[in-house]
T-cell receptor, first 115, second 113 residues
Framework: NAGVTQTPKFQVLKTGQSMTLQCAQDMNHNSMYWYRQDPGMGLRLIYYSASEGTTDKGEVPNGYNVSRLNKREFSLRLESAAPSQTSVYFC??????????????FGPGTRLTVT | AQSVTQPDIHITVSEGASLELRCNYSYGATPYLFWYVQSPGQGLQLLLKYFSGDTLVQGIKGFEAEFKRSQSSFNLRKPSVHWSDAAEYFCAVGGGGTYKYIFGTGTRLKVLA
């Protein structure tokens, strides 16, 4: 049971390049999330997927797109990277079923630098 | 507006001393409350959670937290801190029919030997 996995762990992009961050969970959770973490700002929600087939914007969605590929996988795409997107990105999942405990499980993060 | 406030950005304590990290929230519905810990370069790990019932909840690594509805607070405590507790701690709130969670900005704990 790997929990939540993210690839890659590190990435350096030039301004204007695109990339996709991958996330997968093996806990059969319905809900998945993408956050960014910046110093002094905590975690800010970029997008989330309440269940397979649905996605919704969070607090800071501009410049990002997401795909809920199936129940296990939730990817985050940067179409044209900007230096302001330099951050650590975390994927998380949560059961959100009746009887579940609602906590989120986090991946190890992707450290992205845009030059 | 919904928010979580962790008023202490940094806290330094000596090993063996007691610890209290503060968390205040503003939330329109019945809150589900969480504390997470993040070691350097790692993801977040759940320490404990509160949904309902007993307002004093026990978590992993000897941590506990008390929910005080009248004060909109969910402070994290540990009677005796170990050097390995040095990390960043995040308070979060969710629930009330929304799938979103709101995180505080974190408190970085330093432990002196």
């Amino acid at each position: 049971n790997a929990g939540v996995t993210q690839t890659p762990k590190f990435q350096v992009l030039k301004t204007g390049q695109s990339m996709t961050l991958q996330c997968a969970q093996d806990m059969n959770h319905n809900s998945m999330y993408w956050y960014r973490q910046d110093p002094g700002m905590g975690l800010r929600l970029i997008y989330y997927s309440a269940s397979e087939g649905t996605t919704d914007k969070g607090e800071v969605p501009n410049g990002y797109n997401v795909s809920r590929l199936n129940k296990r996988e939730f990817s985050l795409r940067l179409e044209s990277a900007a230096p302001s997107q330099t951050s650590v990105y975390f994927c998380a999942s949560s059961a959100r079923d009746r009887g579940s405990s609602y906590e989120q499980y986090f991946g190890p993060g992707t450290r992205l630098t845009v030059t | 507006a919904q928010s979580v406030t962790q008023p202490d950005i940094h806290i330094t304590v000596s090993e063996g001393a007691s610890l209290e990290l503060r968390c205040n929230y503003s939330y329109g519905a019945t809150p589900y409350l969480f504390w997470y810990v993040q070691s350097p370069g790692q993801g977040l790990q759940l320490l404990l959670k509160y949904f309902s019932g007993d307002t004093l909840v026990q978590g992993i690594k000897g941590f506990e937290a008390e929910f005080k509805r009248s004060q909109s607070s969910f402070n994290l405590r540990k009677p005796s801190v170990h050097w390995s507790d040095a990390a960043e701690y995040f308070c979060a709130v969710g629930g009330g029919g929304t799938y979103k969670y709101i995180f505080g900005t974190g408190t970085r704990l330093k432990v002196l030997a």
